[in-house]
């Protein structure tokens, strides 16, 4: 039996304002309450046709969306001719709506729709209206023709932040199967060779135990060194698969900054091997943070990222040329911030942060070093 798809007034997705946005129907409902008999009773019932196209546009995708938009500037401007001249206030709802085409042409025709619409509202009741009524409904006329470029904007940005977050997964998706890809070529490469000699030399002990022992406990002497052999082989491959290397993750950032459409400039030392992977790693997920960063918070078109080795440590270096940094206001880059220091304590490192026509943030980590003995067995 099929399973009851649940209603609902609106998408789960834009939370509770669909609903908030009612309140501004009261309004309306007063002026309606004004009128009397058939002409109440279609009063209310286009109201109540409003709140339907209303519903519609948020649950309606592409197809019949430009439908229940241009049936609400219908039931606007009756609104306004037929009932009350301060309902064109309720336009806002269809200004908000018209935000939403992500086409231009659609959307300034809809815009210009829009309009004209008012315009003739207005213009079919201007003998009703006095000079103070005109200077109270310029000023939110000219507020309600800019909202659908404001929602346009945030419509694209957060499209926008979509797109990202899917590039970034799929980023990081190939990454992981390159990973995969890797890790499959050195088994094949290191481990396959290795298990094969242990297996040919197995054979030829066992045929030598009888005719020559001495010549198979040299050959079993072999294996053994092979078998160690191979054991290094495997924590070495084990090693590369828990270890973030600084060389990956700067192609991974550069990948990343120019799918956002931010251009990446690398300037510093190039080879990264004799740095400790505990150092490197640290630094890689810091790089990571800091990307996020100037991705969701900067606003720039230019990243620069410096890398230099020195006799006590190793700086780092992320500039960007965005709006800066408004440290009280800007909670989320804090935390970002917060979880960067929280991972350079670990290896005795720091942070500094500057924001100055861009924000530039700086990274220190001492050396570690380490006195590694290298028994004879494993």
């Given at each position: 039996?099929?399973a009851?798809?649940?209603?609902?007034?609106?998408?789960?997705?834009?939370?509770?304002?669909?609903?908030?946005?009612?309140?501004?129907?009261l309004?309306?409902?007063?002026?309606?309450?004004?009128?009397?008999?058939?002409?109440?009773?279609?009063?209310?019932?286009?109201?109540?046709?409003?709140?339907?196209?209303?519903?519609?546009?948020?649950?309606?995708?592409?197809?019949?969306?430009?439908?229940?938009?241009?049936?609400?500037?219908?039931?606007?401007?009756?609104?306004?001719i037929?009932y009350?001249?301060?309902?064109?206030?309720?336009?806002f709802?269809?200004?908000?709506?018209?935000?939403?085409?992500?086409?231009?042409?659609?959307?300034?025709?809809?815009?210009?729709?829009?309009?004209?619409?008012?315009?003739?509202?207005?213009?079919?009741?201007?003998?009703?209206?006095?000079t103070?009524?005109?200077?109270?409904?310029?000023?939110?006329?000219?507020?309600?023709?800019?909202?659908?470029?404001?929602?346009?904007s945030?419509?694209?940005?957060?499209?926008?932040?979509?797109?990202?977050?899917?590039?970034?997964?799929?980023?990081?998706?190939?990454?992981?199967?390159?990973?995969?890809?890797?890790?499959?070529?050195?088994?094949?490469?290191?481990?396959?060779?290795?298990?094969?000699?242990?297996?040919?030399?197995?054979q030829?002990?066992?045929?030598?135990?009888?005719?020559?022992?001495?010549?198979?406990?040299?050959?079993?002497k072999?294996?053994?060194?092979?078998?160690?052999?191979?054991?290094?082989?495997?924590?070495?491959?084990?090693?590369?698969?828990?270890?973030?290397?600084?060389e990956?993750?700067?192609?991974?950032?550069?990948?990343?900054?120019?799918?956002?459409?931010?251009?990446?400039?690398?300037?510093?030392?190039?080879?990264?091997?004799?740095?400790?992977?505990?150092t490197?790693?640290?630094?890689c997920?810091c790089?990571?943070?800091?990307?996020?960063?100037?991705?969701?918070?900067?606003?720039?078109?230019?990243?620069?990222?410096r890398?230099?080795?020195?006799?006590?440590?190793?700086?780092?270096?992320?500039?960007?040329?965005?709006?800066?940094?408004?440290?009280?206001?800007?909670?989320?880059?804090?935390?970002?911030?917060?979880?960067?220091?929280?991972?350079?304590?670990?290896?005795?490192?720091?942070?500094?942060?500057?924001?100055?026509?861009?924000?530039?943030?700086?990274?220190?980590?001492?050396?570690?070093?380490?006195?590694?003995?290298?028994?004879?067995?494993?």
């Amino acid at each position: 039996m099929a399973a009851i798809k649940k209603f609902r007034l609106f998408p789960k997705k834009y939370g509770i304002m669909p609903y908030v946005f009612l309140i501004y129907l009261l309004m309306p409902i007063v002026y309606m309450s004004y009128a009397e008999g058939a002409k109440k009773v279609v009063g209310y019932i286009l109201l109540f046709l409003f709140v339907v196209t209303y519903r519609q546009l948020y649950v309606t995708v592409e197809k019949g969306f430009s439908f229940w938009l241009v049936l609400q500037l219908l039931i606007v401007f009756s609104l306004i001719i037929f009932y009350h001249p301060y309902n064109l206030f309720i336009g806002f709802f269809t200004a908000h709506f018209i935000g939403w085409y992500s086409e231009n042409k659609h959307f300034f025709i809809a815009w210009a729709g829009f309009i004209v619409s008012n315009a003739l509202a207005i213009a079919s009741i201007s003998h009703q209206l006095e000079t103070i009524d005109f200077l109270t409904l310029i000023p939110f006329l000219i507020i309600m023709f800019a909202i659908p470029f404001g929602f346009r904007s945030i419509d694209k940005r957060n499209k926008i932040e979509q797109q990202l977050a899917q590039a970034n997964e799929r980023i990081e998706e190939l990454v992981k199967q390159e990973e995969r890809m890797r890790i499959s070529r050195d088994l094949h490469d290191t481990l396959g060779h290795t298990l094969s000699l242990i297996t040919i030399k197995s054979q030829l002990v066992g045929k030598l135990i009888a005719k020559n022992p001495e010549k198979a406990e040299k050959e079993a002497k072999e294996i053994e060194i092979t078998s160690r052999t191979a054991l290094q082989q495997v924590r070495e491959l084990v090693s590369g698969m828990r270890t973030l290397t600084l060389e990956e993750e700067l192609v991974h950032m550069k990948a990343f900054l120019q799918s956002t459409g931010i251009s990446f400039r690398y300037e510093g030392d190039k080879k990264f091997s004799d740095i400790s992977h505990l150092t490197q790693n640290t630094m890689c997920l810091c790089l990571r943070e800091a990307t996020t960063n100037v991705v969701k918070h900067s606003r720039a078109t230019q990243c620069l990222v410096r890398i230099k080795k020195g006799k006590a440590g190793i700086k780092l270096e992320v500039s960007d040329n965005g709006i800066g940094v408004d440290f009280m206001k800007d909670r989320a880059f804090g935390n970002g911030l917060k979880g960067i220091d929280e991972r350079l304590s670990l290896v005795d490192g720091s942070l500094t942060l500057t924001s100055d026509k861009g924000t530039s943030l700086m990274i220190e980590v001492p050396f570690i070093v380490k006195q590694r003995q290298d028994a004879a067995d494993l």
